[in-house]
């Protein structure tokens, strides 16, 4: 009753905000870019999807548990069904509140515990804003080399810091009374060796390289900007969208990041600054649409009576 609540007033909202938005406009920006630009978008958008399923993978260590799920090319159909019907939860519910479904996802799908579930998710949270604010870093159009290394130095001794707690998360170092339980949360995250394999930061490398030269080759073509500045508004945009305070499908805070980015990469007169935003609409709705067609699809594919243990499924959230 809870998850039929939460998606119908989720869904209701998001349905009296599309009947306010431009799509007249939006429209108009969407004809702008060629057949073979849009195709190759959509293309590129399903590799990201297949990079995040392959990341879950590694992180879980869902080989090392279970060998018997289908694969195809390598990558487990039982995480990718997870990834994508994750995806569309977080791209349609406001407020974030779609992060909520991958614990019960993770426990139904994977037979996963649930506290494990939870720390899994904390940390691919971690690993999208170290990446995110990495990449912003060094590919940020016109940023001083001094600031670039600055903030460099400050994931470097970020990372650092994390390689200590995991070390003292997995040898037992204990917390004293005043950390409570985010603590616990941050040691199950840390403890787990599976979290910290290399593979799973070149995945989530690949996947947001990926996805963020999808959005920038989309609002290049409508707005007529440089790659590099269609970079900056892509980059922008996702990092907007990790704010708490989402509206629904994430309206409006996207759309604000994409053209504040772009509106501080050109020049004042520059006449893509008048299409930023039509242009982010169109780019968030392609986005939207992938996911929600992704996700159905994804869940109209479960196989039919499958179910979790009920020992992973009744695993309790012990923190």
Known sequence: MKMALAWSVGLGLLA???????????????QRPSALTWLGVIATLLVSYGLRGARLQVVMGLNDSDTRGRTVLGLRLDALRVILMHNAAVNLLPMRAGELSFPWLAATELRMPLPRAMACLVWMRVQD???????????WPGLPV????L???????????????????QHGAKAGPATGRWWVKWRHALAEPAHHRPLAWILT??????????????LAAITGSAWLTAWGGALGGELAAVVPLQGPAGFGTYEAGVWAA?????????????HAITAALSLHACFLICACLAGF???????????????????????
């Open 297 to 319: 699809t994804a869940w109209c594919l479960r196989p039919r009576g499958h179910t979790a243990s009920t020992s992973n499924q009744t695993a309790p959230l012990s923190f």
């Open 129 to 139: 804003l170290v990446v995110l604010a990495w990449l912003g870093l060094m590919v």
């Open 151 to 169: 903030g460099l130095l400050a994931l470097i001794a970020g990372g650092g810091l994390l390689t200590w707690l995991s070390h003292q998360a």
């Open 262 to 274: 772009m509106s501080w990469l050109s020049d004042a007169h520059d006449p893509a600054r008048d």
């Open 205 to 218: 490398v690949s996947n947001w390289v990926i996805k963020l030269a999808a959005g920038a080759t989309l």
């Open 16 to 30: 009296w905000l599309v009947h306010k938005l431009p799509w007249a406009s939006a429209w108009a920006a969407m």
């Open 146 to 149: 001094w600031l670039r290394g």
